[in-house]
């Protein structure tokens, strides 16, 4: 199996959190893997990272990714779990994929503050000659993207204020457990973990990164998580 992914950026194994999960998952369950990092995913399918090859079949998208290597070797994310925590799983999994990753993917690439921190960190090895171009249209797609998902929408401090009230009801959820349902990492930590990394790492300051910096249960978390999926 080959695991296709963006470099790494901001110190974490690659350059999307979709990206970490993908490794994390392939960690957890003990699937052999190679790594190779693309910058330009336009020829992928779905025209995203990561990708799992295997053979000549290429699987697109995290979720997917879980779903094969459950189907092929049998393996439970969330093995233990009653019906009703399978069921909060899920709905952390969507809360930080489909709400967190977008208050943080608007913050990088719509704000002007941010949007200096992430040129630099994703386009730093573009020519000189190119990289204005590219990083214009490149940022023209995504600003476009986060005001047709909605949260571009948004003001700043409404923004905050949403991934405010989600990192607490992580903190809550999480308690005094090393991990969000006890001992050990479910699906939702996978997610939720490289998610989570994936803002703190940010090397310009921001709000939201300092207010994730203000929760030390959680940045324990994080840290604890890491060492368990992607041990050295």
Known sequence: MELIVFPPTYGEPAGSPFATKAMALLNVAGVKHDLTYLSNPTKMPKGKLPV????????????????????????????????????????????????????????????????????????????????????????????????????????????????????DAIETLLGDKDYLFGDTPKAADISTITALRFTAAFTGSNDLTDYLMTKPTIMAYLERGKEVLFPA
Not at 65 to 77: M, P, Q
Not at 128 to 133: L, S, V
């Open 52 to 167: 799992l090859k295997v053979g000549d079949r290429l699987i697109p998208d995290s979720n997917e990714i879980r779903a094969y290597i459950e189907a092929k070797t049998g393996f439970d994310f969330d093995a233990g779990l009653s019906a009703k925590d399978r069921a909060i799983s899920t709905a952390v999994i969507r809360m930080v994929e489909e709400h967190i990753y977008f208050i943080v993917y608007t913050s990088r690439w719509k704000e002007d503050k941010n949007w200096a921190v992430t040129k630099a960190a994703n386009f730093g090895a573009v020519p000189a000659i190119m990289r204005g171009f590219i990083t214009r249209m490149v940022r023209k797609g995504a600003v476009a993207q986060c005001m047709g998902q909605g949260m571009g929408r948004h003001s700043k401090a409404e923004r905050l204020s949403r991934f405010q009230e989600d990192i």
